[in-house]
């Protein structure tokens, strides 16, 4: 985990506007990035946005820009700068210099979006599965940045002028220590999947769902309601890191319900590529409940984001019923009648099933219930052809 300067650590926020996306939305993009820096423990006290056709390739923003950063960031005592993209190992290098002189022991801390995401994960892995898969990722991210994580060893070359010193030599031994740690950690990865997925093929007789959705939009909340467990839900990006399990029944027949990752705008490569066991119970699911915050000023762009993901993933066409939650806090919602024209637009966009409800409140949970009841008897009768069930009327 990344440890920042202090406990009331501030920070400065950074995007550049290429125009692809409206002002809207660019600032939303902040607010999100201002969410994951409070849940990484960092407060951001000042955002900066510049408008540039493409981010600049030596320092992200443009040289007037980052003077006016640094200006702000020295008179204010700044002790950390995110920025909302990913950073090539060279910007990083170049931002490190330019705020800290080179040196790795300097006030100022730069994170690029991915480093942040990473520093929560970090922080929210409980089992070792996902402890393993946070550490690959995190030592795959840096592996390519050690020349900025270590700028402090080219003290050690001396004036020779020649590019084989020590600092070198030990920067190159980093880089071996790192290849062979993420070596130990993909076979770690390796055996734990096999044991995974050992564990998903004695699943083969019971029908399977999963939680999706963008990360904080009350998929736990749901995973509680429907299994009457206690998954930890909070209002926290990535609250749930860990993919959690549960036996839940409706009417009387059985199904296994499954709550994994929040996705998330830019979600770090690495991250999924090392998520792959747990995503594994998005991709093998028979139903995914794809959960929605209706009273996000941008949810049909999380949506975008998630089916999106969902397709990079293998899981694209993956039965899915939309779950259009947080009803009670959008108005006009209280009455029914307006939730066809809604219902209809979403059908237009692919989503033959959807259903509002409020996990907070519990509105129209078993309308909920009712759904879910009549996908997944759909999918058991073709595991148990002969199986009889009562109509959910008469439960």
């Known amino acids: 985990m990344i440890n920042h300067p202090s406990p009331q650590s501030r920070a400065v926020l950074v995007a550049v506007n290429t125009g692809q ?151 190159e031994t980093d880089r071996r220590n790192i290849r062979y740690r993420i070596s130990i950690l993909k076979d770690e990865l390796e055996k734990i999947e096999k044991q995974k997925a050992t564990q998903r093929k004695s699943r083969t007789n019971i029908v399977r769902v999963a939680l999706v959705g963008y990360t904080n939009v009350g998929k736990s909340t749901l995973m509680n309601l429907l299994s009457k467990s206690d998954v930890k839900a909070e209002n926290r990006l990535f609250a749930t890191v860990d993919a959690t399990v549960r036996k839940v029944v409706i009417g009387d027949i059985p199904f296994l319900l499954s709550d994994t990752v929040g996705f998330i705008r830019k979600l770090p490569h690495h991250l999924i590529e090392s998520f792959k066991s747990t995503l ?46 947080k009803m009670d806090l959008v108005p006009g919602l209280e009455d029914p009648s307006t939730w066809e024209t809604i219902k209809g637009r979403y059908r237009e966009l692919g989503y033959a099933n959807s259903v509002f409800v409020s996990a907070t409140t519990r509105k129209n949970l078993d309308e909920l219930r009712r759904v879910i009841f009549e996908s997944v008897k759909e999918k058991h009768l073709k595991i148990y052809p002969n199986y009889i069930q009562p109509s959910w009327e008469i439960l």
Request: charged fraction near 30%.
């Open 280 to 325: 594994d119970e998005v991709r093998e699911a028979d139903i995914l409940l794809h959960v929605v915050d209706m009273a996000h000023p941008f949810h049909d762009n999380q949506i975008e984001v998630v089916s999106k993901t969902l397709g990079e993933i293998g899981a694209g066409n993956i039965p899915t019923i939309l779950v259009l939650n």
């Open 21 to 171: 996306d409206p002002e809207e939305l660019v600032t939303e993009h902040l607010d999100e990035l201002a969410f994951l820096a409070e849940t990484a423990g960092i407060t951001a006290v000042r955002r900066y946005i510049q408008n540039l056709p493409h981010p600049d390739v030596r320092s992200y923003v443009g040289k007037g820009k980052l003077a006016e950063i640094k200006e702000y960031v020295r008179k204010e005592k700044i002790g950390n700068l995110v920025f909302d993209d990913d950073l090539s190992p060279s910007q990083l290098r170049n931002l490190e210099k330019e705020f800290n002189g080179g040196d790795e022991e300097g006030k100022v801390r730069v994170f690029d979006r991915s480093l942040l995401i990473l520093d929560i994960f970090v922080m929210r892995a409980q089992t070792a599965q996902a402890r393993t898969q946070v550490e690959l990722a995190m030592n795959q991210y840096l592996l390519p940045r050690l020349t900025r994580m270590w700028t402090h060893l080219e003290r050690q070359r001396g004036g020779t002028g020649t590019r084989g010193g020590a600092g070198e030599r030990e920067i």
